[in-house]
């Protein structure tokens, strides 16, 4: 139940289109959904994240679509650049003695190719 | 703002041995969570400290193990290694603990364990 799904585990896209990864989650105690990226030899960096009380979020050339009833997430990164080839983790929260536990998903490796 | 600093970044140990690994987080951050990161298992999560408490604790054996300073900074320790604790260990930091608090990961120390 604290697991987090996510697919494609891998993703190839040419420069200008769609990007789109989902996840998927079973605890509806979960409050907090971000998305990281993560380039070889770095740390993850967050990138947008989104609460279960939104059904979109838009940030840039970054999307996160969110579907309570589903208990699903998707990222969607529009006009992909090479420079997005990296892995993308989803990942979700919840708020518990004043502090977090965040379950990610296992990664989906993105290369846009130019 | 100096980002989340993790020393050292590349650690070969042997089984048996134990090791220290150190975190500073971002000035100002209280918070600081620690994961291992891993192909097989992805990210998983460790524990959390502010304010030297342990808030949070993952799901990993009594020989993983860590602490907070009055500076926020943080060590985890691993005793009796084993091949498997072999991952890239990623320390982040947080304003404060709470819900929807931005995490901002270090570079991460790769540990390899022989």
Not at chain 2, 76 to 85: A, F, I, K, R, Y
Request: charged content about 15%; overall charge positive; some cysteine.
């Amino acid at each position: 139940q604290q697991q987090v799904k996510q697919s494609p585990q891998s993703l190839i896209v040419q420069k200008g289109g769609i990007s789109i990864i989902n996840c998927a989650y079973e605890n509806t105690a979960f409050d907090y959904f971000p998305w990281y990226q993560q380039f070889p030899g770095k740390g993850p960096a967050l990138l947008i994240a989104i609460r279960p009380d939104v059904s979109e979020k838009k940030e840039g050339r970054f999307t996160i679509s969110f579907n309570k009833s589903a208990k699903q997430f998707s990222l969607h990164i529009m006009d992909s650049q090479p420079g997005d080839s990296a892995t993308y983790f989803c990942a979700a929260s919840m708020t518990r003695n004043y502090g977090q536990n965040f379950v990610f998903g296992p990664g989906t490796r993105l290369s846009v190719l130019p | 703002k100096a980002g989340v600093t993790q020393t050292p970044r590349y650690l070969i140990k042997t089984r048996g041995q134990q090791v220290t690994l150190s975190c500073s987080p971002i000035s100002g951050h209280r918070s600081v969570s620690w994961y291992q990161q891993t192909p097989g298992q992805g990210l998983q999560f460790l524990f959390e400290y502010f304010s030297e408490t342990q808030r949070n604790k993952g799901n990993f054996p009594g020989r993983f193990s860590g602490r907070q300073f009055s500076n926020s900074r943080s060590e985890m320790n691993v005793s009796t290694l084993e091949l498997g604790d072999s991952a890239l260990y990623l320390c982040a930091s947080s304003f404060i603990a709470g819900s929807y608090n931005e995490q901002f990961f270090g570079p991460g120390t790769r540990l390899t364990v022989l």
